[in-house]
């Protein structure tokens, strides 16, 4: 069983960094999507940025050049490195894992293994 878990978020101002984590285990299948998903207040999951099995990464227009997404499979350990923070940043983030290739950025329904979640709050 696929057992994810975040770590990383804060309260910073704009312009601020911060470094999110997802610790994870149990994956035994060759080719996983991974993802990081955040739920802005009001608004729906939206899939922020992807990682596939051979490094390919892909972003959300609004964090491209800002945001990081990398993966290391020796501990277990997918992050999230955001720089130049901003309000519209704010949200629950979420680590998601799927069987496959992500092929861009998939939707929600793409992923059955998800975090409990880290809050990030952007604001002065």
């Known amino acids: 069983q696929v057992h994810l878990v975040e770590s990383g978020g804060d309260s910073v101002q704009p312009g601020g960094s911060l470094v999110l984590s997802c610790a994870y285990s149990g994956i035994t299948y060759r080719h996983v999507c991974m993802a990081w998903f955040r739920r802005s207040p009001g608004n729906e999951r939206e899939t922020v940025a992807t990682i596939e099995s051979d490094g390919t990464v892909n972003y959300r227009r609004s964090v491209r050049d800002r945001f990081t997404i990398s993966k290391d499979d020796d501990i277990q350990h997918l992050h999230l490195h955001m720089a130049n923070l901003k309000p519209e940043d704010t949200g629950m983030y979420y680590c998601?894992?799927?069987?496959?290739?992500?092929?861009?950025?998939?939707?929600?329904?793409?992923?059955?293994?998800w975090g409990q979640g880290t809050q990030v709050i952007v604001s002065s």
């Open positions: 998601a894992a799927a069987f496959g290739y992500c092929l861009g950025l998939p939707m929600e329904s793409r992923f059955d293994s």
